[in-house]
């Protein structure tokens, strides 16, 4: 359909319509990674509205890009984008006299508890399970996914992507969110 209104435009010597180019942004789910994360963080490509590539990056090379330390087609300016969206948890305070970066994300240790209710990896002996806020044992509840959706997520195994999943991690920080989420 594209190629046929191209070639009409071209034929009535009108300028072809616009294409939309590519962006790429930063995007993360709630499965499980081949490194062991219970979550997982990616590049993606997105093209009218859709993810059109995606590629799978560590949490280290992620949080450096995502802090404008390391280059990034995600973050092509270089800014500290866990301080654009308010991720406090993964920045220094804004009178820190060192103004340097954290070297992880807390924030991101606590993405299991989204979709599980119980640690699900083996702990050592002796050692208590830690509780999730997933209201069922292995994914999130239809309410949690309503509240979920609200950042894009439309499956368990979905991606948030770009803003929106700032905007999760800055959320997951503020208590009465939490409780919000686990039915508190």
Do not use: H
């Amino acid at each position: 359909m594209r190629l046929l209104l191209f070639l009409i435009a071209l034929s009535l010597g009108m300028p072809a319509p616009a294409q939309a180019l590519p962006v790429q942004e930063f995007a993360l789910n709630l499965s499980p990674s081949m490194d062991g994360q219970l979550f997982c963080l990616f590049l993606v490509k997105m093209k009218d509205g859709q993810v059109a590539e995606s590629r799978p990056i560590s949490r280290e090379s992620f949080i450096k890009q995502a802090q404008g330390r390391t280059f990034s087609p995600a973050n092509p300016d270089a800014e500290d984008l866990f301080r654009k969206y308010g991720v406090k948890a993964c920045t220094l305070p804004p009178d820190s006299a060192a103004m340097g970066f954290l070297t992880d994300c807390p924030t991101l240790d606590n993405l299991w508890k989204l979709r599980y209710w119980e640690y699900p990896l083996k702990t050592a002996d002796g050692q208590r399970a830690m509780k999730g806020w997933s209201e069922k044992p292995l994914a999130p509840s239809a309410r949690q996914m309503g509240i979920l959706g609200q950042y894009g997520l439309k499956y368990t195994n979905g991606l948030i992507v770009g803003p929106e999943m700032f905007r999760l991690l800055r959320d997951m920080g503020e208590k009465e969110w939490v409780n919000n989420y686990r039915g508190n």
